[in-house]
Protein backbone atom coordinates (compact mmCIF):
# COMPACT_ATOMS: atom_id res chain seq x y z
CA UNK A 1 0.00 0.00 0.00
CA UNK A 2 0.90 3.38 -1.01
CA UNK A 3 2.40 6.16 1.90
CA UNK A 4 1.26 8.89 -0.36
CA UNK A 5 -1.26 11.07 1.45
CA UNK A 6 -1.33 14.30 -0.29
CA UNK A 7 -0.79 14.78 -3.80
CA UNK A 8 -0.81 17.70 -5.97
CA UNK A 9 -0.45 17.45 -9.59
CA UNK A 10 0.24 20.76 -12.36
CA UNK A 11 -2.19 22.78 -9.60
CA UNK A 12 -3.04 26.40 -10.30
CA UNK A 13 -5.45 28.88 -8.55
CA UNK A 14 -6.76 32.37 -9.90
CA UNK A 15 -8.36 35.20 -8.04
CA UNK A 16 -9.51 38.26 -9.04
CA UNK A 17 -8.90 41.39 -6.60
CA UNK A 18 -10.95 41.39 -3.82
CA UNK A 19 -12.84 38.28 -4.69
CA UNK A 20 -12.62 34.63 -6.20
CA UNK A 21 -12.44 34.44 -10.18
CA UNK A 22 -14.99 32.57 -11.76
CA UNK A 23 -15.11 29.99 -14.10
CA UNK A 24 -17.63 29.14 -16.79
CA UNK A 25 -18.97 25.33 -17.37
CA UNK A 26 -17.82 25.29 -20.90
CA UNK A 27 -14.07 26.09 -19.09
CA UNK A 28 -14.96 22.98 -16.32
CA UNK A 29 -15.98 20.41 -19.17
CA UNK A 30 -13.33 21.67 -21.76
CA UNK A 31 -10.58 22.02 -19.34
CA UNK A 32 -9.29 24.55 -21.21
CA UNK A 33 -6.95 27.83 -20.05
CA UNK A 34 -7.66 31.04 -20.61
CA UNK A 35 -5.20 33.91 -20.19
CA UNK A 36 -5.79 35.77 -17.00
CA UNK A 37 -8.25 38.33 -17.74
CA UNK A 38 -7.74 42.08 -15.95
CA UNK A 39 -7.86 42.32 -12.40
CA UNK A 40 -7.37 37.97 -12.16
CA UNK A 41 -4.01 36.57 -10.67
CA UNK A 42 -2.34 33.49 -9.87
CA UNK A 43 -2.23 32.49 -6.60
CA UNK A 44 -0.66 29.19 -7.17
CA UNK A 45 0.23 27.77 -10.53
CA UNK A 46 1.95 24.51 -11.58
CA UNK A 47 2.54 23.50 -8.35
CA UNK A 48 3.27 19.65 -7.77
CA UNK A 49 4.70 17.57 -5.14
CA UNK A 50 3.77 14.83 -3.13
CA UNK A 51 3.64 14.04 0.95
CA UNK A 52 4.38 10.91 2.11
CA UNK A 53 2.37 9.41 5.68
CA UNK A 54 4.83 11.10 8.46
CA UNK A 55 6.95 13.58 6.74
CA UNK A 56 7.05 17.37 8.86
CA UNK A 57 7.06 20.12 5.72
CA UNK A 58 7.86 23.47 6.59
CA UNK A 59 6.15 26.32 3.44
CA UNK A 60 8.86 29.13 2.96
CA UNK A 61 8.21 31.98 1.06
CA UNK A 62 7.80 36.11 1.55
CA UNK A 63 4.13 36.89 2.27
CA UNK A 64 1.79 36.96 -0.75
CA UNK A 65 3.83 34.06 -2.38
CA UNK A 66 0.95 31.60 -2.10
CA UNK A 67 1.57 29.46 1.56
CA UNK A 68 -1.86 29.80 3.13
CA UNK A 69 -3.38 29.10 -0.27
CA UNK A 70 -1.47 26.12 -0.11
CA UNK A 71 -2.88 24.82 2.71
CA UNK A 72 -6.51 25.81 2.06
CA UNK A 73 -6.37 23.51 -0.84
CA UNK A 74 -5.05 20.51 1.45
CA UNK A 75 -7.92 21.59 3.58
CA UNK A 76 -10.22 21.54 0.80
CA UNK A 77 -11.69 25.56 1.99
CA UNK A 78 -10.82 26.10 -1.92
CA UNK A 79 -10.68 24.26 -5.18
CA UNK A 80 -7.98 24.28 -7.61
CA UNK A 81 -9.00 26.16 -11.13
CA UNK A 82 -6.57 23.87 -12.74
CA UNK A 83 -4.94 20.60 -11.71
CA UNK A 84 -5.41 18.16 -8.92
CA UNK A 85 -5.40 17.63 -5.01
CA UNK A 86 -5.58 14.27 -3.81
CA UNK A 87 -5.58 13.76 0.33
CA UNK A 88 -6.32 10.48 1.15
CA UNK A 89 -6.26 11.23 4.91
CA UNK A 90 -8.15 13.49 7.59
CA UNK A 91 -6.88 17.15 8.70
CA UNK A 92 -6.39 18.69 11.53
CA UNK A 93 -6.39 22.68 10.20
CA UNK A 94 -4.41 25.28 12.91
CA UNK A 95 -4.72 27.97 10.43
CA UNK A 96 -7.61 30.93 11.54
CA UNK A 97 -8.13 28.68 14.58
CA UNK A 98 -10.34 30.84 16.26
CA UNK A 99 -12.69 31.28 13.04
CA UNK A 100 -16.29 29.37 13.78
CA UNK A 101 -16.05 30.09 17.30
CA UNK A 102 -19.22 31.90 18.26
CA UNK A 103 -18.95 35.21 20.77
CA UNK A 104 -22.23 35.01 22.48
CA UNK A 105 -21.77 30.68 23.67
CA UNK A 106 -19.84 30.02 26.51
CA UNK A 107 -16.21 28.62 26.16
CA UNK A 108 -18.03 25.10 27.50
CA UNK A 109 -20.50 25.08 24.55
CA UNK A 110 -17.94 26.66 22.69
CA UNK A 111 -15.54 23.40 22.93
CA UNK A 112 -18.41 21.30 22.39
CA UNK A 113 -19.23 22.84 19.21
CA UNK A 114 -15.84 23.19 17.52
CA UNK A 115 -14.58 19.44 18.34
CA UNK A 116 -18.48 17.98 16.99
CA UNK A 117 -17.92 20.42 13.44
CA UNK A 118 -14.43 18.57 13.36
CA UNK A 119 -15.86 15.13 13.67
CA UNK A 120 -15.32 14.00 17.52
CA UNK A 121 -18.18 12.54 19.28
CA UNK A 122 -20.25 13.73 21.94
CA UNK A 123 -18.52 10.49 24.50
CA UNK A 124 -14.39 11.85 22.49
CA UNK A 125 -15.61 14.95 23.70
CA UNK A 126 -16.38 14.36 26.90
CA UNK A 127 -12.85 12.22 27.67
CA UNK A 128 -10.80 15.21 26.66
CA UNK A 129 -12.71 18.08 28.07
CA UNK A 130 -10.77 18.31 31.16
CA UNK A 131 -7.59 17.43 29.35
CA UNK A 132 -8.63 20.98 26.90
CA UNK A 133 -8.90 23.07 29.58
CA UNK A 134 -6.29 22.58 31.30
CA UNK A 135 -3.94 22.56 28.75
CA UNK A 136 -5.80 25.95 27.89
CA UNK A 137 -5.12 27.00 31.27
CA UNK A 138 -8.32 28.76 31.44
CA UNK A 139 -10.41 26.56 34.06
CA UNK A 140 -11.99 29.92 35.68
CA UNK A 141 -13.53 30.91 32.69
CA UNK A 142 -15.34 27.71 31.16
CA UNK A 143 -18.77 29.42 31.77
CA UNK A 144 -17.43 32.82 30.16
CA UNK A 145 -18.75 33.82 27.01
CA UNK A 146 -16.33 33.53 24.48
CA UNK A 147 -16.47 37.22 23.46
CA UNK A 148 -15.39 38.08 26.33
CA UNK A 149 -11.50 36.54 26.31
CA UNK A 150 -8.37 38.18 25.13
CA UNK A 151 -7.29 37.50 21.89
CA UNK A 152 -4.63 35.50 23.67
CA UNK A 153 -7.03 33.35 25.61
CA UNK A 154 -8.87 32.49 22.76
CA UNK A 155 -5.76 31.27 20.68
CA UNK A 156 -4.91 28.49 23.59
CA UNK A 157 -8.75 27.38 23.43
CA UNK A 158 -8.82 27.00 19.69
CA UNK A 159 -5.04 25.32 19.44
CA UNK A 160 -6.16 22.99 22.71
CA UNK A 161 -9.66 22.37 20.70
CA UNK A 162 -8.26 21.64 17.14
CA UNK A 163 -4.72 19.67 18.46
CA UNK A 164 -6.27 17.16 20.08
CA UNK A 165 -8.15 15.66 17.44
CA UNK A 166 -7.05 12.48 15.61
CA UNK A 167 -6.63 13.68 12.34
CA UNK A 168 -3.31 12.21 10.78
CA UNK A 169 -2.47 15.27 9.07
CA UNK A 170 -1.77 18.87 11.23
CA UNK A 171 -1.15 21.84 9.17
CA UNK A 172 -0.09 25.15 10.83
CA UNK A 173 0.06 28.62 9.60
CA UNK A 174 1.63 30.83 11.71
CA UNK A 175 -1.65 30.50 14.63
CA UNK A 176 1.13 30.91 17.67
CA UNK A 177 1.88 34.83 16.57
CA UNK A 178 -0.77 35.39 19.54
CA UNK A 179 0.34 35.00 22.80
CA UNK A 180 2.88 34.03 25.26
CA UNK A 181 6.42 32.37 24.82
CA UNK A 182 5.57 30.27 27.71
CA UNK A 183 2.23 28.73 25.87
CA UNK A 184 3.61 29.09 22.54
CA UNK A 185 6.62 26.42 23.76
CA UNK A 186 3.96 24.56 25.51
CA UNK A 187 2.31 24.13 22.08
CA UNK A 188 5.48 23.64 20.35
CA UNK A 189 6.03 20.50 22.62
CA UNK A 190 2.31 19.38 21.67
CA UNK A 191 3.05 19.41 18.21
CA UNK A 192 6.46 17.55 18.61
CA UNK A 193 4.35 14.97 20.22
CA UNK A 194 2.33 14.79 17.74
CA UNK A 195 5.14 13.92 14.99
CA UNK A 196 6.22 11.43 17.44
CA UNK A 197 3.13 9.84 17.42
CA UNK A 198 3.36 9.51 13.11
CA UNK A 199 1.52 12.45 12.01
CA UNK A 200 2.29 14.26 8.68
CA UNK A 201 3.40 18.11 9.26
CA UNK A 202 2.65 21.06 6.91
CA UNK A 203 4.40 24.01 9.22
CA UNK A 204 3.52 27.54 7.62
CA UNK A 205 6.35 30.30 9.39
CA UNK A 206 8.94 32.71 8.38
CA UNK A 207 10.78 31.65 11.50
CA UNK A 208 14.10 29.50 10.34
CA UNK A 209 14.48 28.46 14.26
CA UNK A 210 10.93 26.71 14.26
CA UNK A 211 10.90 25.78 10.80
CA UNK A 212 14.65 24.07 11.17
CA UNK A 213 13.12 22.20 14.52
CA UNK A 214 10.17 20.71 13.43
CA UNK A 215 10.44 19.99 9.19
CA UNK A 216 13.04 17.96 7.37
CA UNK A 217 12.18 18.95 4.08
CA UNK A 218 11.30 22.45 2.43
CA UNK A 219 9.12 23.95 0.39
CA UNK A 220 9.58 27.32 -1.45
CA UNK A 221 6.79 29.47 -2.78
CA UNK A 222 7.92 32.50 -5.00
CA UNK A 223 5.45 34.30 -7.12
CA UNK A 224 2.79 31.33 -6.81
CA UNK A 225 5.17 28.72 -8.04
CA UNK A 226 7.16 25.72 -6.45
CA UNK A 227 10.84 26.71 -7.13
CA UNK A 228 12.26 24.16 -4.37
CA UNK A 229 11.23 21.04 -2.76
CA UNK A 230 14.39 19.92 -1.08
CA UNK A 231 15.51 19.31 2.71
CA UNK A 232 14.74 22.77 5.06
CA UNK A 233 17.88 23.66 5.46
CA UNK A 234 18.71 23.90 1.50
CA UNK A 235 15.59 25.90 0.98
CA UNK A 236 16.05 28.29 3.68
CA UNK A 237 19.83 28.95 2.24
CA UNK A 238 18.18 29.11 -1.32
CA UNK A 239 15.94 31.89 0.36
CA UNK A 240 18.42 33.72 2.17
CA UNK A 241 20.82 33.96 -0.47
CA UNK A 242 17.82 35.56 -3.03
CA UNK A 243 16.51 37.56 -0.44
CA UNK A 244 19.62 38.73 1.36
CA UNK A 245 18.79 38.10 4.65
CA UNK A 246 19.56 36.37 6.77
CA UNK A 247 16.72 35.03 9.35
CA UNK A 248 13.30 34.08 8.35
Not at 133 to 160: C, N, Q, W
Request: charged share 30%; proline share 2%; with cysteine.
Amino acid sequence: MSDTVISLHDVGIRFRRNRRSRRSFKDLFAGTRRRTRSGEFWALQNVSFTVQRGEAIGVVGRNGQGKSTLLKLVTGVVLPDEGSVDVIEGVAPLIEITGGFVDDLTVRDNVYLTAGLHGMTRKQIDSRFDDIIEFAEIADFIDTPYKHLSSGMKVRIAFAVISRLEEPIILVDEVLAVGDKAFREKCYRRIEELLAGGRTLFFVSHNERDLRRFCARGLYLDKGELVLDAPINEVLARYNAEYGIKKL
